[in-house]
């Protein structure tokens, strides 16, 4: 019997309950709150090439916050990493991982909306192709102009544009 891919979180879907490491030893459920979410899952590693990434979008984090929404960066089970101006939580156990459907060797890039609904959800290899951070900047801007109550211009609209 040949073990399934897990399948990557959909954009549409809510955004499961996850609650990480935080860095004094605390966990920190991510929840809907007033904010969008911007969550940045690092490959398993160490990985130099994520953690230069991680410090590379840590000089969108004010734009971001501009546009309502809240970058959390997540490192795998046992790697620390140094403060920076955004959270660096712990998957431990890799259950967020699972929950989310990111495959053991993957890192990946999850936008949701103040409601928890996922915007976008992409996963990525070996290649590092992960998003540039004015591309962060648009969808948090397109998430920020969106309306949650009639969906416009929503998630399908967005991934049309792609």
Not at 39 to 60: K, N, Q, R, T, W
Not at 69 to 91: H, I, K, M, S, Y
Not at 121 to 147: F, M, N, R, W
């Amino acid at each position: 019997m040949t073990a399934t891919a897990p399948k990557l979180i959909q954009a549409g879907s809510i955004l499961p309950r996850l609650d990480l490491a935080g860095g004094q030893g605390g966990r920190t459920p991510l929840l809907p709150s007033s904010q969008a979410l911007l969550l940045v899952f690092a490959h398993p590693g160490p990985c130099m090439e994520c953690a230069s990434y991680l410090d590379e979008i840590s000089g969108a984090v004010d734009d971001l916050r501009s546009w309502g929404t809240r970058l959390v960066g997540v490192l795998p089970d046992g790697e620390d990493a140094a403060p920076g101006p955004f959270p660096l939580l712990r998957d431990q156990g890799d259950e967020g991982r699972r929950r989310l459907g990111i495959g053991g060797d993957e890192a990946a890039v999850i936008l949701t909306d103040r409601w928890g609904e996922v915007f976008e959800a992409a996963a990525y290899g070996c290649d590092h192709d992960l998003p540039l951070p004015g591309q962060l900047i648009e969808s948090a801007k397109i998430v920020d102009l969106t309306c949650g109550e009639c969906n416009v211009p929503g998630p399908e609209w967005r991934a049309a544009q792609l």
